[in-house]
């Protein structure tokens, strides 16, 4: 199994559960080197929340630990919009994080 920190939208194991059809315990983590902005991704005529680096922050987050074919599945959700990364959390745990390929 990966870890997979999540912020906005995937955070919440409702909206996760629909992507990889089942449920998922999370962990509250932190991801320092980050900031969270609410409206940062423009995907067709929507905005999404997204992460960008800034040393002196941090992301609140979830840690779920997923399986490779749902990382797969996450990834489609993702759509090309943002681009999984590896990252280390204040946990020490070694996760993935979606971050968004393009600021708009």
Do not use: W
């Not at 912020?7 to 059809?21: D, H």
């Not at 509250?28 to 980050?34: N, R, S």
């Amino acid at each position: 199994m990966d870890h997979l920190f999540t912020y906005g939208i995937l955070a919440n194991p409702v909206e996760l559960k629909k992507i990889i059809g089942r449920d998922a315990a999370g962990t509250p983590d932190k991801l320092f080197g980050y900031q969270y902005k609410e409206n940062m991704v423009l995907a067709g005529e929507n905005y999404y929340p997204g992460i960008e680096e800034c040393a002196e922050l941090f992301v609140d987050g979830v840690v779920y630990d997923v399986y490779p074919e749902e990382l797969s599945l996450i990834d489609q959700y993702e759509g090309g919009v943002y681009e999984r990364k590896r990252v280390r959390l204040d946990s020490n745990l070694d996760a993935y994080v979606y971050i968004p390929d393009h600021i708009d």
